[in-house]
């Protein structure tokens, strides 16, 4: 969600807080429900960093959590700021690239355009980091994320 946002925000920057708005209103909506909920579900549901007899017999590997080693504010204000970076990557990128690309007959690929490469980088971006985070790949879990 921060991502999506970061990259609707150095729209409106660049815009000059125009109001115009960068994707199509369909696109944010069906973010979380479809584009990163199932990559996120194959991933995260098979997850398994220990085994389940390892996890009964020492269950002191679970106090790190506890103790919020692994989140906490420190880790929270990481993870904004990648995803402050991921945002600029996802619009700039495609905003200094793609702005003067034409077509085979000469006309000038638009706005929506752009906003809908920005969006796909978006989805790829989070998919991507998501399967990075993982500590269990597997063909399902990586099949939803790349394929």
Request: aromatic share 22%; glycine share 6%.
């Amino acid at each position: 969600n921060v991502v999506v946002v970061f990259t609707e925000v150095f729209f409106a920057m660049a815009s000059g807080f125009s109001g115009q708005i960068y994707f199509a209103e369909w696109l944010p909506m069906l973010y979380n429900a479809f584009w990163t909920s199932w990559p996120c579900l194959f991933t995260f549901s098979l997850e398994q960093d220990v085994n389940a007899e390892n996890s009964r017999l020492n269950p002191q590997i679970y106090k790190a959590g506890q103790k919020a080693f692994y989140f906490n504010f420190k880790n929270f204000w990481m993870w904004i700021g990648l995803a402050g970076w991921h945002g600029i990557v996802c619009y700039w990128s495609s905003a200094a690239s793609l702005r003067w690309i034409t077509d085979e007959n000469g006309i000038m690929m638009g706005h929506w355009w752009l906003s809908t490469v920005s969006f796909t980088m978006v989805v790829h971006v989070v998919t991507y980091k998501n399967l990075v985070e993982s500590n269990f790949w597997n063909y399902i879990n990586v099949g939803a994320c790349v394929g």
